[in-house]
């Protein structure tokens, strides 16, 4: 009788891990993060004088260009970008590499 609880015991345990949530993890490099978000900020910066529905248009085709450069889509970068967020240690070095890529003008 004490074996079969045994058994039921660790049949039960592994359902419960078996049930277990499984966390998604990132499928980019924290590097190719980095790179995307200094090419995009770079983007950003080449329509700072503009205003307005041009402004608007225009931030949408870099960021479409830098995107199709990266060959990410912008649905892949924002997923992976949600996988991170919880992570801020993660997330500030991702984005201090993105800074000194900017910096250094390496890509």
Same mark, same amino acid.
């Given at each position: 009788?004490?074996?079969?609880? !045994? ?14 949530? $499984? ?8 590097? %190719? ?8 900020? !770079?983007?950003?910066?080449? *329509?700072?004088?503009? *205003? ?7 931030? %949408? /085709?870099?960021?479409? %260009? /830098?995107? +199709?450069?990266?060959? !990410?889509?912008?649905?892949?970068? +924002? ?9 801020? $240690?993660?997330?500030?070095?991702? !984005?201090?590499?993105? +800074?000194?890529?900017?910096? *250094?003008?390496?890509?």
């Amino acid at each position: 009788m004490k074996r079969l609880s !045994v058994i039921g015991f660790w049949l039960s345990f592994a359902l419960f891990l078996s049930c277990k949530e $499984k966390t998604e993890q990132p499928a980019l490099p924290d590097e %190719q993060i980095s790179k995307i978000m200094a090419d995009l900020f !770079v983007a950003e910066a080449a *329509t700072n004088g503009l *205003t307005g529905y041009t402004k608007d248009s225009l931030m %949408q /085709v870099y960021f479409k %260009q /830098v995107l +199709e450069m990266h060959k !990410v889509t912008k649905e892949a970068y +924002e997923k992976e970008l949600r996988l991170r967020i919880h992570d801020l $240690k993660r997330m500030e070095a991702i !984005v201090k590499d993105a +800074e000194a890529l900017l910096e *250094t003008g390496k890509k």
